[in-house]
């Protein structure tokens, strides 16, 4: 059974930082790829960003080049998210997902599995 794990999640005050965690289980980060999306409330989840392991290729939305970071351990089937510069915009459910594909424009695409998710709130 698939299981993917986040944490890190939090209130922090605008321009602050948080590192989200996604834990995997069951599931190898080798050969196949993992992204983080989020929803806001009362909007749809969109994509965030994605890293696939074959190539090491890692893509961002736009609105988040620049200030987060996606990365991941093996070893530990862990991936990452470092989030800068956090904006009250960034206030959001955020999930880990894992898949065999993602791309620049970091969609749902190629994602099977997928996380409960880990409330950020951006807020002073």
């Known amino acids: 059974e698939v299981q993917l794990v986040e944490s890190g999640g939090g209130l922090v005050q605008p321009g602050g930082s948080l590192r989200l965690s996604c834990a995997a289980s069951?599931?190898?980060?080798?050969?196949?790829?993992f992204g983080w999306f989020r929803q806001a409330p009362g909007k749809e989840r969109e994509g965030v960003s994605c890293?696939?392991?074959?190539?090491?290729?890692?893509y961002y939305v736009d609105s988040v080049k620049g200030r987060f970071t996606i990365d991941s351990d093996n070893a530990k089937n862990t991936v990452y998210l470092q989030m800068n510069n956090l904006k009250p915009e960034g206030t959001a459910v955020y999930y880990c997902?894992?898949?065999?594909?993602?791309?620049?424009?970091?969609?749902?695409?190629?994602?099977?599995?997928w996380g409960k998710g880990t409330l950020v709130t951006v807020s002073s």
């Open positions: 997902a894992a898949g065999h594909f993602c791309s620049a424009a970091v969609t749902h695409y190629g994602m099977n599995y």
């Open positions: 069951g599931f190898t980060f080798d050969g196949n790829a």
């Open positions: 890293i696939r392991s074959f190539s090491n290729s890692t």
